[in-house]
């Protein structure tokens, strides 16, 4: 794939993530909110290149941003927040890609990672705790009926850390 169809295809993901970026979040939490824009069904698998084009497009985004505010002399707090840790976000990626095409060289997120991620990206998104949990119920075939359920606990610990 080339670098302009990636961009093309990435678009929606990348300007989300590069509105949260502005917004303050690193970009590692960026991409963990909306990790979500991928699919599995609707896109083939996303190589290393893609991923740093997704990366890379949303930096430049950001970047836009950040002359066009200097100009303004509006950029206050904002360029403290988005210093990036380059080499957490590469152990990060490989993370997910173990986690999503089961990369033997690389430690796969956690049921709670997983699970963290969705719930703040749901949150994020909705805002409705009622819509965050039905989302999450479906998505990890949560069983409320039983009270030894591991997604279960989990998701209890997640409404406690995040209300």
Known sequence: ??????TYRHQDWVK???RLVY?????NDA??????QYDPQKH?????????IIYGKAADL???VIVKKEKEGSLHRVEKKLKVSALKNKEMVQRMEATLYKNPYAKPLSLFERMQMSYRSYQYEHKNP?????????????DLTDPNDRPLKILKRLQKENP
């Open 16 to 18: 989300k993530m590069a």
């Open 130 to 142: 009622t819509k965050v949990l039905q989302l999450m119920v479906r998505r990890f075939n949560i």
């Open 31 to 36: 991409f963990l909110l909306t990790i979500d």
């Open 62 to 64: 950001v970047a836009q």
């Open 23 to 27: 917004e303050g979040y690193s970009y």
């Open 1 to 6: 794939m080339s670098k302009k169809e990636a």
């Open 44 to 52: 083939d698998s996303i190589s290393d290149s893609d991923w740093q």
